[in-house]
Every structure is written in structure tokens, then in C-alpha cells.
Nanobody, 120 residues
Framework: QVQLVESGGGLVQAGSSLRLSCAVSGDTFGGVAWFRQAPGRDRSLVAH????????YYPPSVKGRFTISRDNAKNTVYLQMDSLRPEDTAVYYC???????????????WGQGTHVTVLS
């Protein structure tokens, strides 16, 4: 059974940093994406990392502030979020997905989400 468990969310001031973790079990460790969904808004992709080669993708809204990385030995993917803004407030989800899937806001498996609140 595939499970993804996110952790590391919290409440921070604007300009601060947070590092989210996604522990993956029960599956060959493939491509992983981070998504977020703010209240009243659609879910959106914020980062993706490929299974092989570590190629990454970021949308313009977070590029240069967020960094996705993976530790295959620990079956864990991280999302380092720097220079946080109030508009980054959302529930953040990790998911097993190819980049093509992630670009369509789809995935094979999802975590339960972790809340991030950025105060102005």
C-alpha cells in the first residue's frame, strides 16, 4: 500500500522559511510533486522532481524561492520554502506523479496535506 505523509507545516511570518517533508512508502520511488490549495482556490503545482536525474520544475510564482529535493535512501522528498509570502498560505500536498500528470493537476497517489500559514 502506497502512503505519502507530509510534515513540517506551520505558522510563520512573511519572509521566513519552512521545510516540508514527504515520506513515501510502499512504492518504487518515482516522480514526486508538491501541490498547494488555498481556501476558495484551485489546487496548483508548486514543484516537481523527476525520479531519475533529479530534474526539477517550478512555476513562476515560486521559482527562486522554493527548492524541491529528494533523498532516495530515506524515501523522502523535501520542499524548502524561503522568502515566504502571505499568498503562499495554503494546504500543501505531496503526490506521486510524472511531470505530465502534475501539469494536469493529477497524480497516482496523494498525501493528506500539511497546513502552511504565512502572516503579513
Amino acid at each position: 500500500q502506497v502512503q505519502l505523509v507530509e510534515s513540517g507545516g506551520g505558522l510563520v511570518q512573511a519572509g521566513s522559511s519552512l521545510r516540508l517533508s514527504c515520506a513515501v512508502s510502499g512504492d518504487t520511488f518515482g516522480g514526486v510533486a508538491w501541490f498547494r490549495q488555498a481556501p476558495g482556490r484551485d489546487r496548483s503545482l508548486v514543484a516537481h522532481i523527476a525520479r531519475v536525474g533529479g530534474l526539477t520544475y517550478y512555476p513562476p510564482s515560486v521559482k527562486g524561492r522554493f527548492t524541491i529535493s529528494r533523498d532516495n535512501a530515506k524515501n523522502t522528498v523535501y520542499l524548502q520554502m524561503d522568502s515566504l509570502r502571505p499568498e503562499d498560505t495554503a494546504v500543501y500536498y505531496c503526490a506521486l506523479a510524472s511531470l505530465a500528470q502534475a501539469a494536469r493537476n493529477t497524480a497516482d497517489y496523494w498525501g493528506q496535506g500539511t497546513h502552511v500559514t504565512v502572516l503579513s
